[in-house]
């Protein structure tokens, strides 16, 4: 069994900002990639951004410059540090890992509960 628990969502004023945690436990060998999703109101679910074990990192156009995507490998958690917040930014989050099991060996995806982000104007 693998959980992912996320923390950090709220609601704050554009320009404002939010930090996301998002921690994996559980039968847990390794993890490769860590990220996060997106989805708004009526609105398909989008990548946000998303890091390697190594720590290379692939983000939207959207984010660039304001939202920054780190991780722990030792505490096996991503962060999601978002700065400059807009309206827009107002979505659902979503972690997600690939992780290889202990028990199994089978390299898998997981998902976050989601978390609440709401930008006010």
């Known amino acids: 069994q693998v959980q992912l628990v996320e923390s950090g969502g709220g609601l704050v004023q554009a320009g404002g900002s939010l930090r996301l945690s998002c921690a994996a436990s559980?039968?847990?060998?390794?993890?490769?990639?860590m990220g996060w999703y997106r989805q708004a109101p009526g609105k398909q679910r989008e990548l946000v951004a998303v890091?390697?074990?190594?720590?290379?990192?692939n983000d939207v156009d959207s984010v660039k410059g304001r939202f920054t995507i780190s991780r722990d490998n030792a505490k096996n958690t991503v962060y999601l540090q978002m700065n400059s917040l807009k309206p827009e930014d107002t979505a659902v989050y979503y972690c997600?890992?690939?992780?290889?099991?202990?028990?199994?060996?089978?390299?898998?995806?997981?998902w976050g509960q989601g978390t609440q982000v709401t930008v006010s104007s």
């Open positions: 997600y890992s690939s992780i290889v099991r202990r028990v199994g060996g089978l390299l898998s995806d997981y």
């Open positions: 559980g039968n847990i060998f390794t993890i490769h990639n």
């Open positions: 890091i390697s074990r190594g720590g290379g990192i």
